[in-house]
């Protein structure tokens, strides 16, 4: 077996990054820059190499007479390079959590290794590959999320985050090995082609139940109900730059999978997929969204209404509950609406997450009451985050949001699925509830008695990283076809 | 480009720029702001009356725009710049441009509280984007975008700017429109997917669209504008946003925010869907008449001014909705001025009844008294806007309450007209009453500053001679709207 290395340049680039992280932080020991620079260097190096090597077509390397574990294409270079923009997000969020005492060379070591598990996640082309470059990208992630030194809902966190993590896995795994027995791949080609002759299966019901078990496995990296409470403990306990790289790269990471399973391995049996992916959307989407209505804590805030865009991001697979939406051309349409509406969301979200990070420094988000007066205090953070939040909740002046809510919409009601669209819709209201009293908070005036409080230090990494994907936000809300064409990119095979 | 698509344009970005150029003032230097920002407002209003000038329309379709610009934008999304202006539109155009023109003007006089007065004419400028956007687009996608862009600008300029209860109306307001809209993207989507265009001149007529698409998103969109008109019984955001909204709010919301609900029925839901609406014909008809009839036994037990002026709305714009449902050219025409007509007097109402607050600190009927003796001018300035409000022939109110009845008794609702009929002298009631707690009776407490402002007559003084006009020559907009409303009547029978 003869091994493409040139398919494999992207992953390099990111396991290199951490192993340098790791050796820059020997020879400068205590030093921050450094360490932060070639992370950045490194990240900014896999998002080309991804780019490079992409956009040259299909290279498939691993390849076995069942089929090839790994290609390089455009779907993989797209999941690449967004994954390297929410790296170097996530790092310069990082300043003021490294100011305060994270050791740095461990902290971008791991950092850059989550990058190279997403990196290979979107070249993994069977399930085994699929799992172990999902378990690269959450694997350190453990570690970060308690690296908040002596404090107890940080490795309490930690410890929900790994024992959800693990049961997960473990039904991901189990769903894989019931497919595998049944038909004897782990291959998506040859899944797809052995599925797709349902007379010759041993057991139908064993190939459901696999497939069952196979998406509410990977539903957990969505934070998709039933799997969906470890999200709000994990991200309030972790360091706020990690809780914002947890929700965006965790959760695209997830989204990809979800869509290169359902889409590339289980295409005959969407039949099962759908119904199975319509309920999770709908359910995940409105308990997220009610029970944040309730959250007087801002992560948990935030992180609940990640439980909801979970929802809408997984809607547009809902579609193939019916049989008009299983056919080719919808398929492509509802794959891209999701990879696109996950495209936005990460940049909003990361965006709300800069702004909690710029507004409350190296501490925990607290509660919503103690941002009163942010308004006056920093009013560009305040802008930042209002613009965020509005395109979370799909209005303008969040463009962004609004593109992302008229592309799911678009793409339910071209599969035919009207009841689903009306769901979303109606839960977009509830959305706004909250997001609402979030903003209305922001700009109430602050406490004129009492201690006054001083804005904490922000360092220029940290609103340059802020400005940049603010303005990233407003681009592309003005210009979404940018983000609908590289959706289409990665949806097409 | 030529100057009708150059005046397009500017009546979209004139506005936005001065609303940029008005809240990136700083703070000290708030008149500056505001200045700029009226200036921008002046300079929309000019180009929206030389949108008036114009050949003979060309096409044959049922939109004969006369002016016409058709960009793409967001190609994945069917978005098409597209903006227009015809005989239905531009009345409204041009009311919106003046509008905004008089409350911008009327900040630079006086701020509410809490002040910086330059931030509420940036949120007024930017509303105007979104109401003239609405009235202008010709692409349904477009439509909804403009649609939405109202929503959080106008939740801000109630939250901050409002009365006591302000909070809770502003919410209110936000999550019933917001209701409302998000019905209309479903059934934008709905047309959009069916029909496969979201060019409105193209979909006007139902382009062949199904008749059971066409219900289905009749009963969408008619309850997406039912909700922003607002047609009982989905009113009930109504009264409170305009009690509690400042009296610029009140203007802006009762002159022409709730005309992109009618204009919407008329132009989108009739039009796109002609089919639905002969179906829900009847049932709009009589919710329309329980408007006007609710609305009016409502306001006779008021006993606050501006919830009995806010009432009223939802009794006239049932006059409004009455002359839509039944679907005739002359239906149509009463709906064209009674919205026109409307925006003038309730905005002119509002104005007034803002003005007496100010003076008097109450908004109370039985705590005001003896206006006629206390303050002269005011008190007569009252009189005639109730008066023309209460549909005296003459005035401006006339026209479009006595031909909606005309239509519907054409139409064979003769039981509707009758009722209809009888809801319009409830309006002379409760004006009558209204005029006789406030402006005669014993003087119950000397005024503030009894006498006018030449900032308020300024600003009044458009509303008063457009009333009296437009009662005396209602040709002015009829004629306007004529070719356009025979031409929709067509495709609709």
Known sequence: MTIDQVALLPAYAAALTAVTALVTDLLVPGRRGPVLVVTALGSAATAVAAWVVGGQGTRQTFCSPAGCSYAADHTSAVVA???????????????????????????????????????????????????????????????????????????????????????????????????????????????????????????????????????????????????????????????????????????????????????????????????????????????????????????????????????????????????????????????????????????????????????????????????????????????????????????????AGLFAKVTIVRALL???????????????????????RVVAVLFSPGPSDGPATVAPPRPWPLAVGLAAVTLAGLVIGVAPQLVLDAAELAAGR | MNSGQALLVATLALPAVGAFAAAAVPARLDRAGRIAGTVAAALTFVASLLLLSHGTPGGTGPIRPWHELNQPWVPGLALRFHLGVDGVSYPLVALTALLTLLCCGYTLWKVPEPGRGRLLVALLLVIEVGILGV?????????????????????????????????????????????????????????????GTADLIALTGGAGLPRGAQLFAFTLLALAFAVKSPLWPLHTWLPDAHTEAPTVGSVILAGVLLKMGTYGLLRVGVGVAPEGARWAAPVLGALAVAAIVIGGLVCLAQTELKRLIAYSSVGHMGFVLLGIATLTATGAQAALIGNIAHGVITGLLFFLAGAIKDRAHTGLLPELGGLRETAPALAGLLGYAAIASLGLPGLAGFWGEAFAVVAALRRGWTGLAVVAALGAALAAAYFLRLLRQVTHGPALKPLAQPRLAGAELLSWGPLVVLALVLGLVPAAVLNLSADAVRALAEVVR
């Open chain 1, 81 to 399: 390079v967004v994954f390297a923009l929410l790296t170097l997000g996530a790092l310069a969020f990082s300043v003021p959590a490294l100011r305060g005492g994270t050791p740095p060379g461990e902290y971008c070591f791991l950092l850059a290794c989550s990058l190279t598990g997403g990196v290979a996640l979107g070249a993994a082309r069977d399930l085994l590959t699929v799992v172990i470059a999902l378990e690269t990208l959450t694997l350190p992630l453990y570690a970060l999320v308690g690296l908040r030194r002596r404090v107890v809902a940080s490795a309490e966190a930690a410890v929900t985050f790994f024992v959800v993590s693990v049961v997960s896995t473990a039904v991901t795994l189990l769903g894989a090995a019931l497919l595998y027995a049944s038909t004897g791949a782990v291959h998506f080609g040859r899944l797809a082609s052995v599925l797709a002759d349902r007379g010759a299966l041993v057991s139908p019901p064993l190939v459901t139940v696999g497939v069952v078990l196979v998406l509410i496995g990977l539903g957990f990296k969505v934070a998709a109900v039933p799997l969906h409470a470890w999200a709000p403990p994990t991200y309030d306990g972790a360091p706020l730059p990690v809780a914002a790289y947890l929700s965006t790269a965790s959760k695209f990471g997830g989204v990809v999978a979800v869509l290169l399973v359902t889409v590339q391995a289980l295409r005959p049996w969407l039949d099962v997929a759908g119904p199975v992916l319509a309920v999770l959307a709908a359910l995940t989407m409105t308990v997220g969204n009610l029970v944040a209505l309730r959250q007087r804590r801002m992560v948990r805030l935030l992180a609940w209404s990640s439980v909801a865009q979970a929802g809408y991001i997984l809607a547009p697979l809902g579609a193939f509950a019916v049989a008009a939406g299983r056919s080719e051309a919808v398929l492509r349409l509802a794959v891209a609406a999701a990879v696109a509406y996950a495209v936005f969301f990460v940049f909003l979200e990361l965006a709300a997450f800069g702004a909690v990070i710029a507004l409350r420094g190296d501490t925990d988000g607290g509660e919503i009451s103690e941002y009163r007066g942010a308004g006056r205090r920093a009013p560009w953070v305040a802008g930042a985050f209002t613009l965020a939040l509005a395109g979370l909740a799909g209005l303008p002046p969040g463009l």
């Open chain 1, 414 to 436: 071209a599969g035919g699925a009207a009841w689903l669209a009306v769901v979303v819709a109606l839960n977009a209201v509830v959305g706004l509830a909250y997001y609402l």
């Open chain 2, 135 to 195: 009235f202008e687009a010709l692409d349904l996608v477009l439509f909804f975008v403009f649609f939405e862009i109202v929503l959080l600008p106008m939740y801000a300029v109630i939250a901050v700017w409002g009365g006591e209860e302000r909070r809770r109306a502003a919410r209110k307001f936000v999550l019933y429109t917001l209701f409302g809209s998000v019905l209309l993207l479903v059934g934008v989507f709905v047309v959009v997917s069916k029909a």
